[in-house]
C-alpha cells in the first residue's frame, strides 16, 4: 500500500499491565497502594453533574491555585497536564526543536525515546556506570536538550540537587527537563532553581505519592517564558484537556498536606523494611529513593522470578532488555502486601 509510504510509524511505549481480575498483589506500576486523601472522596460526592454540560476550565484553575500555594509559585511558572505523560510529551514537542541529539539515560523512564521517534527528535543516550548512576561529564556536549528523571526509574537512584545544577548551568542553551515523578519519598526537588535558570523544567505528577494515578494529572514548573512556549504549544493542540473531576479533585488532594506526609512516611518505612527482607533472600540493589526496588537475585534469573510471581497473582515489572534484563522492579505496597512477597520469594529463591 503506497500510502504507507507517509505513515508516521513508531514503536509505542509498552505501559505496565493492569490486570482486571480481582485478588492481584499489584506491584507493577508504581502507584500509591493507599487511597487518595479523604477530601477528594468528600469532593466527588458533592460535584454536581450538571458541570459536565460544560467544557472544562482550560486554565484548571481550582487545582493551579491549590498547586500555586502549596509550592509557592505563580500560576504563570506551572503548567498543567494530563498526567506527566502528557506534560512531558508537550515539553519533548516544544523544546526538542533541533538538529544536535537530546541526551538521556540509556536506562531510564522507557517513554523517552517512544517521544523522541514520534516527534522525529535526535537523541543520544549516555549509558549509566555500573552503580546505575549518571555521569555528568556525558552531559556537558554540546546538545539539542536533556531530560533526566531524578530519582532515575526504573533504578531509584537519586541524584544530588548540587548534580542536577551542575548539568543545568553547563547547558544554559538548551532546556533541562528533571522528571520527578518520585521525588516526593526521599529525594529533593530542584524546584528551588527555577527562579535561577531559565533552562529548567521541572515535571512531577499526582499519579504516586498523591495517590491518582487514574485521575491523571501532571504538572511542570518553570520561568514563565518557557511556560509561556509549552501553553503555546498545549493550546495548538488539544485545550480541552483535564477534565472538570480532574481539576476539582486534584484540587483537594494538594490542600491536605498533611494526609500526603503521612502517605509518604508509611510507604518509605515499607520500602525500607522492604529492602532488608530482600537482602536476606539474596537480592541486591540500588538504594531507592522511589516507591520501588530494582532488585536482582545473586541466583535465581529475573525472568524465572517475574513468572513465578505472575502464577501466585502477584505482579512486579520485568523487562527483557538489554543491562536490565536480570532485573525487577518491585513497587512498593502495604506491609502485608510486601509480607505476601516475601513469604513467595523466600520458596522461590531457598
Ligand atoms: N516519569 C516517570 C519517570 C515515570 O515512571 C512515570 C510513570 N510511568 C511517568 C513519568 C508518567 O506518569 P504519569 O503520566 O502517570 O504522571
Known sequence: MKWEE?????????????????????LNTNECPYPPAP???????????????????????????????????STEQLFIGVGSDDVLSMAF????????????????????????QLYRIPYETKALDDDLRIKKEDYLAANGGIVIPNPNAPTG???DVDIMEEIIAANRDSVVIIDEAYV?????????????YDNLLVVQTFS?????????IGFAMGNPKLIGY??????????????????????????????????????????ERTKLKLKELGFSFPDSKGNFIFATHERIPAKEIFEALKEKN????????????????????????????VENLKGMVK
Open 6 to 26: 507517509n505513515v508516521r510509524k513508531v514503536e509505542p511505549y509498552v505501559p505496565g499491565e493492569q490486570p482486571q481480575k480481582v485478588n492481584v498483589i499489584k
Open 208 to 216: 504516586k505519592s498523591r495517590a491518582m494515578a487514574g485521575m491523571r
Open 230 to 271: 509549552l501553553q503555546d504549544a498545549k493550546f495548538s493542540f488539544n485545550s480541552y484537556t483535564m477534565n472538570t473531576p480532574s481539576i476539582e479533585l486534584g484540587a483537594e488532594a494538594v490542600k491536605d498536606a498533611e494526609y500526603f506526609k503521612e502517605t509518604i512516611e508509611k510507604i518509605v518505612s515499607t520500602r
Open 93 to 116: 514537542l516544544t523544546f526538542f526543536n533541533s538538529n544536535k541529539p537530546v541526551f538521556f539515560p540509556d536506562i531510564t523512564y522507557s517513554f523517552y525515546d517512544v517521544w523522541a
Open 39 to 73: 477530601g477528594v472522596r468528600d469532593k466527588l460526592q458533592r460535584l454536581s453533574t450538571d458541570r459536565f454540560r460544560l467544557y472544562p476550565d482550560t486554565s484548571a484553575g481550582a487545582l493551579a491555585q491549590a498547586l500555586c500555594e502549596y509550592y509557592k509559585i
Open 157 to 159: 537512584v537519586f541524584e
Open 314 to 341: 502477584i505482579f512486579v515489572r520485568f523487562w527483557d532488555k538489554p543491562r536490565i534484563g536480570n532485573y525487577l522492579r518491585i513497587s512498593i505496597g502495604t506491609d502485608e502486601e510486601m509480607d505476601i512477597l
Open 184 to 196: 516526593d519519598f526521599g529525594g529533593e526537588s530542584c524546584l528551588k532553581l527555577i527562579d535561577k
